[in-house]
């Protein structure tokens, strides 16, 4: 009988590498069978620096894949055999994974914690490519929360340090983040180019998941200027590759971004179709981030659908989600949305109470729109109950807090306040001023491409109906909208 000769160190690192090749391949299934084969190699040789390498990379397979329970055992396994043997750069690289999965799930707080402490690992070791990596991340939660211009920043140092280190593929990655919070800041031109520059970048130098990745940042530009087609194609190639390296988590959040584009034009079955699938793989995986968002789509579709009480539900259980994850954009956005139901359900003293309470949450640095929005319906709901002076208080705010209220998605609304509140103050320049609103509310909704499906939408619905109950018709809006 002959005995099993005992693996080498060599041999162990022959199947570290071929692992990693498969997993840069998005052959997850054999790279995690080498993964596993080195680990319980390295086991037999007692040797932690190895056990503890290919735990990273099972981890960091994992969590790519969408396993995050599975990437959280591995990495803390990681950290714990690099901390044993004071590897200080390989726990600062297992630092950033785990802060990675709390960054995914929405966790900013744990995520920011175990950054800071892999950044300091980082500067430790002189580790340039993965202190830039950190700083992308920190710039990702800015977005995330909303703080563009920090995000911007962040974004600025990563991408310099990447070029520094004359890593395109880095530069890429970078660059994708840093078109999505251009392009909230309202630098569309600027955010075109630099995506198609990133996906150049990603078709001379990357593998199918950052060309993936690239093609994703694409299509969201593509979307933000609604160029529909474009967003299309770029995220239905995005996700055919996300799908052939089996990353379940990036596949979802591709999905995610087709519905949006599907909602914005209109196909509301299709739309719904792709959240779901989205959905589904977001449970899965425990992504409550991606589940959150994914509900509070599925929640506007159905109520612009006319299907109310579906989407309270939807958003209610949104809404549980973001208040746990501490997510407060999307619980001010879920709070206006209920708040929206309930005033359209003539529930009116829920509505105020909701649209109140977020007048003490929005920052309107941030969320400006929603601000407008609760300014509006509350002085509609003062109206109602012949508090005008409270009504005129309520629009005088929302002029007060910006000069650009007339060209926002909740300028109908506030049109359709200043009518009611004409009307009942008996102006003879009720109508005529609110036409000439609806005026530039009909361009804004054409430029912006806001359908149907979508809350703003909605809101123009409103405006045009009260119109032509005062006797406007049809064409009569659609000459005054054209002008």
């Not at 990681?78 to 750069?89: E, K, P, T």
């Not at 359900?345 to 929005?373: H, R, V």
Request: charged share 20%; aromatic share 8%.
């Amino acid at each position: 009988m002959t005995d099993t000769p005992t693996p080498t160190p060599e041999a162990i690192q022959t199947l570290l590498k071929e692992g990693s090749q498969h997993r840069s391949e998005g052959h997850f299934e054999e790279a995690r069978m080498r993964f596993l084969a080195a680990r319980e190699a390295a086991e037999g040789l007692y040797n932690v620096a190895m056990v503890s390498e290919a735990s990273l990379s099972l981890g960091r397979l994992f969590a790519e894949r969408g396993d995050f329970d599975s990437a959280f055992t591995n990495l803390s396994r990681a950290l714990d055999g690099f901390r044993s043997i004071a590897n200080i750069q390989r726990i600062g690289l297992s630092l950033l994974s785990l802060g990675n999965i709390f960054r995914i799930k929405g966790n900013y707080e744990e995520a920011i914690q175990h950054f800071n402490e892999a950044l300091e690992h980082f500067h430790a070791s002189k580790d340039r490519s993965n202190v830039a990596n950190i700083t992308a991340n920190f710039a990702l939660i800015a977005l995330a929360i909303g703080d563009f211009n920090k995000s911007i920043q962040q974004f600025e140092q990563a991408i310099a340090i990447a070029r520094e280190i004359n890593s395109p593929s880095m530069e890429m990655s970078f660059t994708v983040g840093y078109v999505k919070v251009l392009q909230e800041c309202g630098r569309s031109e600027e955010a075109l180019e630099k995506s198609e520059y990133s996906l150049n970048l990603a078709r001379q130098y990357g593998d199918k998941r950052e060309i993936a990745n690239a093609l994703g940042g694409v299509g969201y530009v593509a979307l933000e200027n609604n160029q529909w087609q474009r967003s299309l194609d770029a995220f239905r190639e995005s996700l055919e590759l996300m799908r052939e390296v089996g990353s379940d988590w990036l596949t979802a959040i591709t999905l995610n971004n087709i519905g949006v584009v599907l909602k914005a034009v209109g196909d509301a079955g299709e739309a719904q179709k792709s959240f779901l699938e989205a959905l589904k793989i977001h449970r899965q995986i425990g992504a409550q981030n991606g589940a959150a968002h994914t509900l509070m789509s599925l929640g506007e579709i159905a109520f612009c659908d006319g299907r109310p009480e579906e989407a309270y539900h939807l958003i209610h259980e949104s809404l549980e989600l973001s208040r746990n994850l501490k997510l407060q954009y999307l619980i001010n956005v879920g709070t206006s949305a209920l708040a929206l139901i309930a005033y359209s359900q003539e529930d009116y003293g829920q509505a105020m109470l909701l649209y109140e309470s977020l007048l003490t949450q929005i920052d309107p640095a941030n969320n400006l729109a929603l601000l407008l929005e609760s300014y509006g319906f509350l002085s509609l709901i003062c109206i109602r109950e012949n508090k005008l002076a409270k009504a005129e208080s309520y629009l005088g705010k929302a002029i007060v807090a910006t000069t650009e209220y007339r060209t926002s998605e909740a300028a109908p609304i506030l049109a359709l306040a200043q009518l009611e509140l004409s009307l009942m103050q008996n102006s003879p320049d009720a109508v005529s001023q609110a036409l000439s609103s609806y005026t530039t509310v009909y361009q804004y909704r054409t430029n912006n491409h806001i359908g149907r499906l979508n809350f703003g939408g909605f809101y123009v619905e409103m405006l045009q109906k009260r119109l032509l109950s005062l006797g406007m018709t049809e064409d009569d809006l659609s000459r005054t909208g054209k002008r």
